[in-house]
């Protein structure tokens, strides 16, 4: 891929999917660093202040971007329509595109002088294009440009790889097959022509390729599954890495060796790795951007240095940008326009160190402009362990017992867990693999493995591979990765909506919509959709539905006309906060838990205070904790038991502070207890700790902040249900 820009994504706990900040540098001459200006910058500056950046790529002069939620932005020029906002305005701070948290994997392309295109592929497998379209390469079977992002064919195959020029599309399904489209002129579709195609055919018949990649100059990489590297298209300065100058309109073999890893294409030159971790490149040399030392062209790979630890490359127009695994950041060739990072504006010929920092995990280039991501680097292979510890009087904490545990024990010995969700009795999980898994008590079938037998070890729910969130009670509901609303267990109040009382021991659709976005539940339910209306349903006998009324609902109702709600938590009363960053609560106030400065019960949402600055809440039985997003953490509340952190039992009717730190990152209450994590990856607790729902080692009770053991490698906890006596976090290896 040609880029002008180098991007990087920060994060501060050790987690590829939480807390990472996002930074440029370089050009910028048309908004593509993303800071609101246009200038160059020669050293990187954070773009906004928000911890949620998940993925990044940069073409010419644009940028794509998905958030950790799923959602898709974009920035920089857009006079085709490559934002996919449907516009053709350019931007020069991030905007979203669309309402949608299903966006997985992005490539953005352009050729100086023309157009950009953009293409993705969604959590289902589905293909989307969108920007410029004179070769055909969206796909679509026209040559007529797209402002925003249509699906190409009806098929779900499509697998996690897809990239694009500009002017060509590339991607590689399930199968394992290659399929290209669009400029074939000078036989970079690799079919063997020059002749260009519109729709997406398949290259060849193997079925073993694996990765991909592309330049601006019509050159593509590929290697297959046996780590064989394989070229074809331009090769004017010997970018193909085959020892000659010339085009190849087919696949060639680049070498014998099956150690090939990762591949990056500048406009005429290559970087790639092997799987020793060391460092090759060939092709165009007159900015020193192979960084072997000199000027000169190479037509076949030469190592650069003789280093083991290289961990991912990627090549820009006329530069280049390397991650190693101690974390730190390596730039060389062409840097006139400051993309090298280093504070100037002179070019290097060999690596050189970008700042000191050893926390940076990913990165993405550009044409003259570069973007990365900061974290603890060690990220290959990516693993998360799911570790419990508390009450487990119903096998609870799934580490195959019934014994309460006051410390973290591990949950089985797999590394592949995602998301988790806890109750008093009963916990739910999704692996990485999309996978369901349940286990603890299952009195209402709330395992949802149709039986009301308890489980002590996850068991999987089904074989679908679709989910995607999970929010857990004694019922307990799911949302697949079509946005559609599952529900099973416990149903008394109709918590479960499907316009019923009765339990269900099994996994059952709610409506036939397919727009639902997050769900929270306890003995009532809350869930915001994709356009940003509020719903609830089931128990409303304090006003937890927030309907006006004290009357139950057993199928979900609109809580007002209102499309600005972004984040909801329920227990006995119900927070939310707005996309405009205000806090709102409703239900049950009996302890001051609704923060309004009183103990008064209210059936509609009310506004709690007038700052803007609230990023997340949770609620506990009768306590309520949130933070800010300037990293502050605050509580109010019930506090028989230290459950605010403020040091006191003494409850709380309005948001107090709890200390002055500014690193809290996530946070989640149990029933008299709450578990937080700080952006340095480690765990805290406070509150009730008469089952060792702490995880100190001991059955005393806090009233402050503790930090559990000494890691700094946790990044996930439950998500927000009150009730539970125990806790769990996922630690990433």
């Not at 209102?562 to 106030?589: E, H, R, V």
């Not at 001991?698 to 009233?703: E, F, M, Q, V, Y």
Request: charged share 10%; glycine share 14%; hydrophobic share 35%.
């Amino acid at each position: 891929m040609s880029v002008k820009l180098l991007l990087g994504i920060k994060k501060a706990p050790p987690d590829p999917l939480i807390g990472r900040t996002l930074w440029s540098w370089g050009s910028g001459t048309e908004g593509e660093l993303g800071d609101g200006a246009y200038t160059k910058k020669s050293s990187p500056i954070q773009v906004g202040t928000l911890t949620t950046w998940a993925k990044i790529v940069s073409s010419l002069y644009h940028v794509l971007a998905i958030k950790t939620d799923g959602t898709l932005w974009s920035w920089g020029y857009n006079p085709y329509g490559e934002l996919g906002d449907g516009t053709i305005i350019s931007r020069s701070s991030p905007i979203q595109i669309g309402a949608l948290s299903t966006w997985n994997i992005i490539s953005a392309g352009g050729v100086a002088g023309t157009g950009g295109s953009s293409a993705a592929i969604k959590i289902d497998g589905t293909l989307w294009t969108w920007g410029y379209n004179i070769n055909g390469q969206l796909g679509d079977e026209t040559i007529v440009d797209k402002s925003s992002p249509i699906q190409i064919g009806a098929l779900t195959t499509w697998a996690t790889t897809v990239t694009n020029t500009g002017g060509n599309t590339y991607a590689i399904k399930t199968n394992g097959t290659i399929w290209a489209w669009g400029n074939g002129a000078i036989g970079g579709i690799g079919d063997s022509t020059i002749v260009s195609k519109s729709s997406p055919i398949q290259i060849g018949a193997l079925t073993t390729w694996d990765t991909l990649s592309v330049s601006a100059n019509d050159v593509v990489h590929a290697i297959q599954k046996d780590g064989t590297l394989w070229a074809w298209g331009n090769n004017t300065n010997g970018q193909l890495g085959d020892g000659t100058i010339l085009k190849r309109s087919s696949p060639v073999k680049i070498g014998a060796l099956t150690t090939w890893n990762q591949i990056s294409q500048g406009r005429s030159h290559t970087v790639a790795t092997k799987i020793d971790g060391t460092l090759w490149t060939w092709g165009l040399n007159t900015n020193g951007q192979l960084g072997d030392g000199t000027v000169v062209q190479k037509s076949s790979p030469v190592q650069i240095g003789a280093l083991t630890s290289w961990y991912k490359v990627i090549a820009g127009d006329y530069h280049s940008l390397g991650l190693q695994t101690d974390g730190t950041i390596w730039s060389w060739g062409l840097g006139t326009s400051g993309q090298l990072g280093d504070g100037a504006v002179v070019s290097k010929s060999s690596p050189i160190q970008i700042g000191a920092l050893t926390t940076w995990i990913g990165i993405a280039g550009g044409y003259l402009d570069l973007f990365g991501i900061r974290s603890t680097p060690s990220v290959a292979p990516l693993g998360y362990r799911l570790w419990s510890w508390g009450e487990n009087t119903y096998g609870q904490l799934g580490d195959g017992t019934i014994v309460d545990r006051p410390a973290p024990v591990q949950a089985g010995n797999l590394t592949n867990w995602k998301k988790i969700g806890v109750s008093e009795y009963n916990s739910a999980a999704i692996k990485i693999d999309g996978t369901l898994w349940t286990w603890g008590r299952n009195y209402y079938g709330e395992l949802g493995d149709s039986t009301v037998v308890d489980k002590s070890s996850p068991i999987q729910i089904g074989a679908l591979t679709t989910w995607s969130k999970i929010t857990v009670s004694t019922s307990v509901l799911g949302i697949k990765t079509d946005n559609t609303l599952w529900a099973w267990g416990y149903n008394s109040s109709g918590q479960l909506g499907d316009g019923t009382i009765i339990d269900k021991s099994s996994p059952i659709q709610i409506g036939a919509l397919t727009t639902w976005s997050k769900i929270t539940c306890s003995i009532s339910t809350i869930g915001i959709k994709t356009d940003n209306t509020l719903w609830a349903w089931g128990n409303n006998i304090l006003g937890q539905l927030g309907d006006g009324t004290i009357i139950d609902k057993s199928s979900p109702i609109q809580i007002g006309a209102l499309t600005t709600w972004s984040q909801a938590t329920s227990s006995l009363a119900s927070l939310a906060i707005k996309t405009d960053g205000t806090l709102w609560a409703w239900g049950s106030n009996a302890n001051g838990e609704l923060g309004d400065g009183t103990v008064v019960n209210k059936s509609s949402p009310i506004q709690i205070g007038a700052l803007t600055t609230w990023r997340k809440v949770s609620a506990g039985y009768s306590h309520t904790v949130a933070i800010k997003t300037n990293g502050t953490l605050w509580s109010w509340g019930l506090n028989t038991n230290g459950e605010l952190g403020n040091s006191t039992v003494v409850k709380k009717s309005s948001p107090i502070q709890i200390g002055a730190l500014t690193e809290w990152n996530d946070v989640f209450a149990g029933r008299y207890s709450v578990l937080a994590l700080k952006t340095n990856g480690t765990i805290w607790a406070w509150g009730l700790n008469n089952k060792g729902q702490l995880g100190d080692g001991t059955l005393i009770s806090r009233s402050s902040p503790i930090q559990i053991g000494a890691l700094t490698s946790w990044n996930i906890i439950p998500d927000s249900c009150y009730n539970a006596a125990y806790n769990m976090a996922i630690q990433l290896l």
